[in-house]
């Protein structure tokens, strides 16, 4: 199809609401989208098991998850980018003398290394999902991971940035930042995907709010910034559209004619 569009779109801030919800607009304007031939792809820091109710609600079987580590097109996993694990342990045995708690995500599930902390329940819980890392100190073993989640309070990751080369830390919540493997990102999963769609650049779409956001809003021909978003992002995005709270993806679809 000639005017086809690839438009990816994250999931927290931006197709969920403030009560992570999906706004029926936001419905609205993805299947519109959908109906006009346009590939409709979300890109998230999310696992994907964080996200198979909303796959199925929005009716998607693409998808960018762990912020680019964990790739899927129509169903079939076509890019995968592990953690490095012996890094790994030696992070995990480090934080721990620092009562950092880390927990292990691979596409399946996730397990945290110590039975119970007040930073994972509080900042889990803010994801409003139906699942909770369990115990299992030992779940690196024999299995790829795709992310890592270190709970640490702001600023304390900085010590772990510059000792631990292997890794970029992303902060997603105001005690747990992502560990992803270096130069992985939202952008290198979408650049995964795009070489198995023949879609010309001015035709891809990104929408996001977050610091995980950035590099995927700036490398697509129109990066979306919510007007929920911080100040940064939206500085890296061409485009600004309204909060998802004010029907953000629709207004954003609808002035870019996608819809």
Known sequence: ???????FIDIDGTILNSD????????EAIQEAKRQGHHVIIATGRAPFMFTDLLKELALDSFVSYNGQFVVLNGEVIFTNPLNIDSLIELTNDALHHNHPVVFMDHEDMKA????????EESIMTLKINH???HDPYYYKGRDLYQTLLFCEEGEEARYEEKFTDFDFIRWHPLSVDVLPKGGSKSLGIQKMLSHLDVPSENIYAFGDGLNDIEMLTDVEHGVAMGNALTEVKAAARHV???VDD???YHGMKN???I
């Open 1 to 7: 199809m000639k005017d086809q569009k690839v438009i």
């Open 20 to 27: 992570k919800e999906i706004p029926q607009s936001t419905k």
């Open 113 to 120: 290394n110590v039975p119970e902390h007040p930073f994972i």
């Open 132 to 134: 909770f890392p369990t």
């Open 241 to 243: 559209t309204h909060s």
């Open 247 to 249: 029907d953000g993806i």
């Open 256 to 258: 870019l004619g996608i």
